[in-house]
């Protein structure tokens, strides 16, 4: 007679939470609590923007998790300064964007029909304990809004104690994409910036535009703004104002907001804290954003909560018919911290004016398409961005300048 699995409980369905289901279904039995339907979700407001780098989408196939058209594959990052056009990287993969209501609901339904058992109901901190009793092991993946559990904040990657941009998202039709299909990236110096990502919706293909406006400049127009037709004309006027090329770009007639949910503000503070914790003497984890929250300004979200997810699945794996306890938890942030510590750091470095010798670089790729292939892969692999804002080759290079 096989043994009996464990019994896991992951709370939050989004990509921290999915990656772990589709992962650990088979080997462990698993319970997924979402506070939300597939059709809450999928009727709902937009939550994030979201770019999936080769890496990501490399683990989703890993862990047989939906497949999406091919149709809308991100091939480039397009980088333009001020009213400058820098240059266009090409990435080694292919990225892509799927609106989160659509990937979140899809996957739920698809692993209900895989035999994943959920429940739609929201937990509160003051019921988490009574999973924790329930289950062998409590995942928390409950995202920005968490964690449930107070899992210890790690001081040194957490500077900040108030948002360091006003993010203002919407999903417009009636833009004409740009070539070669990729993110542009605008940086306007002391004001914030733009990024524009052409994604995949259940209403065919968008184009995100995200602004990330620093508090109480002339890119923190949005204040107040509450209905849809209001924030369209936001939109417009401060693209005219301001970015001139996706103005270009515009057919008048068409712009408009993919639904009337398809837009968002929204402002947090980065925070990271360690995974794991002991309760009542037993391991309790973190996955994903309600353990490691950055500012949305790299668009490193979904790709760490992927990593991480990943990285939570080989040690339960390799700990599987161990006792869960400290060591497991300790084993799976070891696994995780440097990457996290690499994300975060650049993260924050690019909330902040950037170096002189990260423009030098920036400058030098729209002489030199190599370098220009290099800096978009930045976003793919943030250990490449890590070395080149922070290490010692870098500083040698800025000083040969
Ligand atoms: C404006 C904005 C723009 C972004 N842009 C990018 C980008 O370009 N690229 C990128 O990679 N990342 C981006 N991100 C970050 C990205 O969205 C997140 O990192 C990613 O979604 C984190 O996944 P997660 O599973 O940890 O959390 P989430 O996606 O937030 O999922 C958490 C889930 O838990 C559920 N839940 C929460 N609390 C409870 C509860 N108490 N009980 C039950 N269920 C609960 C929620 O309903 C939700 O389904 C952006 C985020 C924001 C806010």
Redesign the pocket.
């Known amino acids: 007679m096989g043994l009996l699995k464990k019994k896991l409980c992951i709370?939050?369905?989004?990509?921290?939470?999915l990656h772990l289901a589709y992962a650990l279904k088979d080997d462990f039995d698993i319970t997924v609590?979402?506070?939300?339907s597939p059709d809450q979700?999928r009727k709902g407001r937009i939550?994030?923007?979201?770019?999936h780098f080769g890496s990501t989408r490399t683990r989703e196939k890993r862990f047989n998790m939906p497949k999406w058209g091919e149709q809308s594959l991100l091939e480039s990052i397009h980088i333009t300064i001020g009213n400058q056009k820098l240059f266009v990287g090409m990435l080694q993969e292919p990225a892509l964007s799927v609106d989160?209501r659509l990937y979140?609901s899809h996957s739920i339904k698809d692993l209900i029909e895989k035999g994943v058992s959920f429940r739609f109901?929201?937990?509160?901190k003051e019921n988490v304990e009574v999973l924790i009793d329930e289950f062998d092991l409590l995942i928390d993946?409950?995202?920005?809004?968490?964690p449930?559990l107070p899992f210890p904040i790690e001081e040194a990657l957490s500077p900040y104690q108030t948002p360091q941009r006003k993010?203002i998202?919407g999903y417009f039709t009636g833009i004409r994409a740009n070539t070669p299909l990729g993110v542009s990236v605008t940086v306007l110096p002391g004001l914030g910036e733009m990024?524009e990502?052409p994604a995949i919706t259940e209403h065919g293909p968008v184009t995100i535009l995200?602004i990330m406006g620093i508090p109480n400049t002339e890119l923190d127009v949005f204040k107040g703004i509450k209905n849809a037709e209001e924030f369209t004309l936001k939109m417009r006027s401060t693209v005219q104002q301001f970015f001139p090329e996706i103005h270009n770009r515009i057919d008048g007639s068409n712009f408009a907001l993919c639904d009337e949910s398809s837009f968002?503000q929204?402002a947090?503070t980065p925070v990271i804290r360690k995974p794991y914790l002991m309760v009542n003497n037993k391991l309790v984890v973190g996955?994903?954003?309600?353990v490691f929250l950055n500012d949305?300004i790299s668009?490193?979200?979904?790709?760490?909560?992927s990593y991480c997810a990943e990285q939570l699945y080989e040690t339960l794996i390799e700990y599987k018919n161990s006792k869960w306890d400290a060591d497991t938890g300790e084993s799976y942030w070891n696994r995780t911290k440097q990457y996290v510590k690499e994300v975060t750091e650049w993260t924050n470095a690019m909330t902040e004016p950037l170096p002189e010798h990260v423009i030098q670089l920036l400058l030098q790729g729209a002489q030199d398409q190599v370098q220009a292939n290099e800096i978009a892969e930045w976003f793919a692999n943030p250990t490449k961005a890590f070395e080149a804002f922070f290490s010692a080759t870098a500083t040698v290079h800025k000083n040969n300048q």
């Open positions: 709370i939050g369905s989004g990509v921290a939470g609590i979402e506070r939300q979700i939550m994030s923007t979201q770019v989160q979140y109901e929201k937990i509160d993946c409950t995202g920005k809004n968490g449930l993010c998202v990024f990502i995200f968002l929204t947090l996955c994903g954003d309600s949305p668009g490193q979200g979904c790709n760490l909560s």
